[in-house]
């Protein structure tokens, strides 16, 4: 069984737990690139959220930048910072670009508070032919001082 980590992170903090997913499963490791890339200063937060909530409005799906191949793994964690109580747009992207049938899933997210926000149903829908394990949500403070043992938790509780 092969072990994909495939993340979107502009802060840095699903990054966090997907070195510390990578690191426990022996997974490969894969950031989501924007084609365009996002702001990552949080002096500029507002501007951040406000670009994220026109991409989501409009319904856009943001160019990926690198070729990501999925064909020769299993199992594909996949992780995402949340972004107005759902996923960034470019994981719809990602949905839409590759075909995760026969694949299992395990989504992780960052969040300020509101958990998964739905997403893991969400990928569930978008995904039919692919089996959703359950995700792990992180809240960010949480992932900033070291996700270790809630990633440890939720590997074994998964199956990992």
Known sequence: MKNLVLYFSVYGTAKIVAEEIAK????????IEPAVP????????NALAAYAKKEHDED????????IDISGYDNIFIGYPMWWYTFPMIIYT??????????????????????????????????????????????MKAAENGPEKAVS??????GF
């Open 24 to 31: 426990q499963t022996g997974a490969e490791l894969v950031e």
């Open 38 to 45: 996002y702001d990552s200063n949080r002096d500029h937060y």
């Open 60 to 67: 856009q799906r943001p160019a990926i930048k690198n070729d």
């Open 94 to 139: 990602l949905f839409d670009k590759y075909d995760f049938a026969g694949k299992t899933i395990i989504p992780f997210n960052t969040h300020m508070g509101s958990g998964d926000g739905g997403t893991y149903k969400t990928i569930r829908e978008l995904e039919p032919n692919a089996k959703v394990l359950e995700g792990l949500p992180v809240e």
């Open 153 to 158: 938790r939720w590997l074994k509780n998964t």
